[in-house]
């Protein structure tokens, strides 16, 4: 019978392999199902204490799968079976399931023929790469020039460019108005928040005319990529990759970004797990990077929207602890309203709540950094995921997600269209 703190210790002899793995042929997933408070407890304290990657949020009577190392499977069901949580061993190789997903997204490209990601051929029913999406933005920046503007805004550790796109009606952005910042893929696993980005842009700069409602009043300012190191190695490499790509020690590499922002920042994890915070605040070339853009225009910065999968969620301030933000009553209002539109378009019912309550305390997150700089309206989004393959949405469900998502977007941008600048 193993304790907690037995187990943690394995899961950290564990941690370097996670970190480094290219393949997951050796880790499996299992689910679990707290059915008492004090077993929910004992799950979030392993979820905290060792690096482990829940696939969801473990929450009373409700399933959540967990990916661990095979090699831990007896201290694993003995830490279980210590607590009577119930639990079922789901997928024995989880390569086999990235393997299996990766052969159906290349037939689907194959049979929708697509021979380039050029305004002529632009689909939204495969995954972009880093490249096809650069391409894509600097095309409609000159289509439109009147109301789009592509520039680099920063330089990752492995010498990408991280690009951002402004739409105004104005063509440039002065300030007058209201501003959404959004960022898609600060997590690199995370393709269908930035296919939805991507999906957002593209109705909004190609279809103008149709959202008068969002784009007569607002302005956008929008990083689709926020992790293009990360965001290429899940496509070349690591499907799970989540942190960048800066070696943090002789082994281990990668800082979760989303730990890395300068409010409430702690450094909780080492540097070979999952959601290493950084050697301090603000170490990476991301994080300076979009904190220099929101700098610039946080006078005018009145919705912030980060983009992640999965899980189904809209949350609002503060997740570095359980506190709410002051106007908690109008974030979760503008919440459900956007949840409410959602699904009478077809979609699922999203939960909207705090993030701490509904989700987990995180520090140095990107949208407490939005609401400590005045931000008024700043939210996470966890997307709709990839049913039992978790971050890997099969390529045939794209355009539902992304079509799903982009109904939450227009509500945010009309209500930001709506606000004072005083």
């Not at 299992?30 to 392993?46: A, I």
């Not at 290429?232 to 990668?254: D, F, I, M, P």
């Not at 949405?393 to 600048?421: D, N």
């Amino acid at each position: 019978m193993k304790s907690l703190v037995a187990l943690i210790g394995c899961q950290l002899l564990v941690a370097l392999a996670f970190a480094r793995a290219g393949s997951y042929h050796e880790f499996e997933v299992y689910n679990v199902r707290p059915e008492t408070p004090e077993q929910l407890t004992e799950l979030l304290k392993w979820r905290a204490g060792a690096d482990v990657d829940f696939w969801d949020v473990p929450k009373l009577n409700r399933n959540a799968r967990v990916m661990v190392s095979r090699a831990q499977r007896k201290p694993i069901e003995e830490f279980l079976e210590t607590h009577e949580i119930e639990y079922d061993l789901v997928v024995e190789d989880v390569q086999e399931l990235l393997n299996k997903e990766h052969r159906r997204n290349a037939e689907h490209s194959r049979r929708i023929k697509r021979d380039s990601n050029s305004r002529s051929t632009v689909n939204f029913e495969h995954f972009w790469t880093l490249e096809e999406i650069y391409d894509y933005l600097d095309e409609i920046a000159l289509a439109y020039a009147s109301l789009v503007r592509v520039s680099q805004v920063g330089e990752t550790h492995e010498g990408r460019p991280i690009k951002a796109i402004t739409i105004s009606t104005r063509g440039e952005i002065d300030q007058t108005r209201p501003i959404v910042f959004i960022d898609g893929g600060i997590h690199a696993r995370e393709w269908a928040g930035v296919m939805s980005v991507m999906y957002m842009i593209h109705e909004f700069v190609e279809h103008s005319d149709q959202y008068a409602a969002q784009l007569t009043n607002a302005d956008y300012v929008i990083i689709p990529v926020a992790n293009p190191d990360g965001y290429v190695y899940t496509h070349a490499e690591n499907r799970l990759w989540r942190k960048n790509r800066v070696q943090s020690n002789v082994l281990c590499y990668g800082v979760d970004l989303n730990r890395n922002f300068p409010f409430q920042w702690d450094r909780t994890t080492t540097e070979c797990t999952n959601n290493f915070a950084g050697r301090e605040a603000s170490s990476e070339n991301e994080t300076k990077t979009i904190i220099a853009l929101m700098d610039r225009y946080k006078a005018a910065i009145r919705v912030y929207l980060a983009v992640h999968t999965y899980g189904e969620l809209i949350l609002w301030p503060w997740g570095y602890d359980f506190v709410h933000a002051p106007n908690a009553a109008d974030l979760q209002r503008l919440g459900e309203q956007a949840r409410d539109a959602l699904v009478a378009a077809g979609g699922p019912t999203y939960e909207v709540g705090n993030s701490a309550d509904v989700l987990y305390t995180a520090t140095g997150a990107t949208d407490d950094y939005a609401y400590s700089l005045g931000v008024p309206y700043a939210y996470t989004l966890e997307l709709t995921g990839g049913g039992s393959q978790g971050f890997d949405l099969p390529a045939s469900e794209l355009p539902r997600v992304t079509a799903q998502t982009f109904e939450l977007f227009k509500v945010f941008g009309q209500h930001a269209g709506t606000l004072s600048l005083s």
